[in-house]
């Protein structure tokens, strides 16, 4: 509890400076006000359709993954089953026995390849949609004037771990913010319109 607490604290000093800083400056220098906007990011990803296209993607090259992999372990079966047809020590017995373990190699390594490819194909597409978000916000700041735009995802404290609150508290950036400075479904209109756009493009 102790780092936000001073965190916390910290926050209340920097808006003392802040306040005697703005009361001794000359009216001149005042600077010009901060635009600020809020966006709900786990919202604007669900609301983008690039993510549901993704989720299609990873659902079918996952279906793709198992289907080949039921496949394999299939046809291991049918050597094990073999196997049982034939007394130990015989030439046929330790022809299945090799053939077993060539194919049970193969498909540890195939598998270990595949989960490789998905997760990298995950991260991929999850770093896409973050960027999209960023030069959305960036574009959007510039046209409206604003000076910060910053990710303010709700946070639920219903949690029974005392760590776990703890943690989500010190995550919790924003305390309060008025609803007139969200431009999630803002941000999402125009995410979506630059996506259909890039789709067209594409076929």
Do not use: C
């Not at 001149?28 to 669900?46: M, S």
């Not at 299609?56 to 198992?66: C, D, K, V």
């Amino acid at each position: 509890m102790r780092k936000w607490w001073n965190a916390a604290a910290a926050l209340v000093v920097v808006a003392v400076l802040a306040t005697a800083l703005y009361v001794t400056a000359a009216p001149g220098d005042a600077p010009p006000p901060l635009r600020i906007g809020f966006v709900d990011f786990q919202q604007l990803v669900d609301q983008y359709d690039k993510m549901k296209d993704a989720k299609t993607e990873l659902n079918a090259l996952m279906q793709g993954i198992r289907a080949e992999a039921e496949k394999r372990q299939k046809e291991i079966n049918q050597l094990v089953a073999l196997l049982q047809q034939s007394a130990p020590g015989t030439e046929a017995h330790n022809k299945t026995v090799e053939q077993i373990g060539a194919r049970r190699a193969a498909a540890k390594g195939w598998m270990d390849g595949q989960r490789a490819r998905y997760a990298e194909r995950s991260r991929s597409l999850m770093k896409d949609i973050y960027e999209d978000a960023e030069k959305a916000a960036a574009v959007y700041a510039r046209i409206n004037g604003l000076s910060l735009v910053l990710k303010d995802d709700p946070v639920k404290l219903d949690m029974p771990n005392p760590s776990e609150v703890e943690l989500r508290i010190t995550m919790r950036k924003v305390l309060y913010r008025a609803d007139a400075l969200d431009i999630t479904d803002e941000l999402a209109v125009a995410m979506n319109a630059a996506h259909k756009k890039l789709k067209e493009m594409n076929q």
